[in-house]
């Protein structure tokens, strides 16, 4: 059995972006950049301008780059508005009484984040800003404050807002099996797994390091918190009416209209109209604390520009290098490799979620979903999995990438809210805490 040119070009694409962090000490944009011009020399030397220009333009025309600029966008809009930290305050009248409370509170905010945007850099950023310094001042350790942060990062990634999903869903070899509606359902049944795992980690971490609740008078009476702050919970509107409209009764009723159809309903992109629509409901109810003039504004877009452009240049890499690995066959070999394997089921599950993981934590959700997803999701049914199981292990592995060293933008996002100086003392408990029990959990699912 031969390797084929995508195979080996995957590898070399990973081997050059690990030993440019590693080796070099240079960013993951770097290293990117670097893979993806090694790689596009695999079509041949005559056509690498072309290779080149064609993928670079295909992965800027795709939809979950512009859904990523717009949802670290709305991030900023939340921040300034002031509506993570009512939704913080929210919590933690429902819990902060509990043992590590703080802690609990940055994990069902984490989990609320993810139902809006499902970008775990953004996650650890804007959550973590309320929820780092005072994990810290209840008591948590900056080490494993910056953990629980970093470690939570990826709960988005699990859930139905992460763009992955729907790329997943639309890939050839899983469209036929299972569509968005019952993929959404089984994610987000999957994504409450993975809170529920993480919620017990808070746990383990409180008694193991002997967290004491909340102070008293950081806890608002809740119906104040109610009062105050319940127009957070507004944003769930913004979720739920791009998702009535295109999936559900009301898209079928709206199919059925000569002057709308099919066509009008398929062109409601959730993921586009999802952060649109809920940075309009947090300009509404958090409009006094938002700047009124163009300066003000501009210096909120300046204010993400670093991220966007770091983010943006990442995923525009990703694509474009998983543009050339699909070109080349590369998911057409590596079925190959796994079609060849005779192994038990589970172990071909185990190796499905491994594989997963270890491509998740160079590349991003989208590319790795673009490059190994249809792979995956095939070795899943052939191994005995419903497709609904099989997109929810697949989500969940790929959750695991907000945690994993060393390349990880949470980690380090985490380190500098926690003034964690060394970010290498993250690696060994979000590896043995949180990446692989999130990746048995898959397994299981």
């Known amino acids: 059995m031969s390797i084929g040119t995508g195979l080996i070009a995957f590898i070399v694409f990973l081997a050059v972006v690990f030993l440019w962090i590693l ?63 009512r939704l913080v305050e929210l919590l933690n009248s429902l819990i902060g009484k509990v043992r590590g409370g703080a802690a609990y509170v940055s ?170 629509l809920v940075c309009i409901i947090c300009m509404l109810i958090g409009w006094k604390r938002l700047p009124h ?24 890499f990703s694509l474009a290098s998983c543009d050339v690995l699909s070109t080349l066959g590369f998911s057409e070999d590596l079925a190959v490799i796994l079609g060849n394997l005779e192994l038990p089921s589970i172990l071909m599950v185990l190796i499905g979620c491994v594989l997963v993981v270890l491509v998740a934590s160079p590349l991003s959700a989208n590319a790795t979903t673009t490059a190994i997803g249809a792979v995956t999701f095939t070795v899943f049914i052939q191994a005995g999995a419903s497709p609904s199981a099989a997109v929810a292990a697949f989500m969940i592995a790929l959750s695991t990438a907000g945690a994993s060293p060393p390349s990880s933008a949470p980690i380090f996002i985490s380190c500098g809210l926690a003034g964690v100086e060394k970010a290498e003392s993250l690696f060994k408990p979000l590896v043995t805490d949180y990446v692989i029990p999130v990746t048995l959990l898959a397994v299981l699912v």
Not at 137 to 163: D, K, L, R
Not at 194 to 221: F, M, N
Not at 293 to 316: E, F, H, M, R, Y
């Open 23 to 85: 080796l070099l000490k240079r960013n993951v944009t770097e290293g990117l950049g670097a893979a993806f011009l090694i790689i596009s020399l695999f079509m041949g030397p005559a056509n690498y301008p072309s290779t080149i220009l064609s993928a670079l333009n295909t992965a800027a025309m795709d939809t979950p780059f512009l859904a990523t600029m717009l949802f670290m966008l709305m991030a900023a809009i939340m921040n300034r508005a002031g509506v993570i930290e």
């Open 107 to 276: 994990t069902c905010a984490s989990f609320m984040f993810g139902l809006v945007s499902g970008n775990g850099d953004a996650n650890s950023a804007t959550v973590g800003a309320i929820t780092v310094p005072w994990m810290k001042e209840s008591g948590w350790s900056p080490t494993i404050a910056a953990t629980i942060n970093a470690g939570n990062a990826g709960v988005c990634q699990a859930m139905p807002a992460c763009t992955a999903m729907f790329l997943l869903v639309g890939l050839e070899g899983v469209a036929e099996y299972i569509d968005v509606g019952t993929a959404y359902v089984a994610v987000l049944c999957g994504g409450v797994w993975s809170l529920g795992y993480r919620l017990l980690r808070v746990w383990l971490y409180a008694r193991k390091y002997d967290v004491q609740p909340v102070p008293a008078d950081r806890i608002k009476p809740l119906w104040k918190s109610f009062r105050e702050d319940g127009s957070s919970l507004l944003i769930l509107v913004g979720i739920s009416i791009p998702l009535v409209i295109t999936i559900g009764p009301l898209s079928t009723v709206l199919k059925g209209i000569e002057s709308f159809g099919s066509t009008g309903v398929s062109a409601i992109n959730i993921v586009v109209w999802v952060p649109i």
């Open 293 to 316: 003039t163009v300066s003000g504004w501009l210096d909120i877009a300046k204010g993400c520009q670093k991220s966007i452009c770091s983010a943006g240049t990442i995923l525009l």
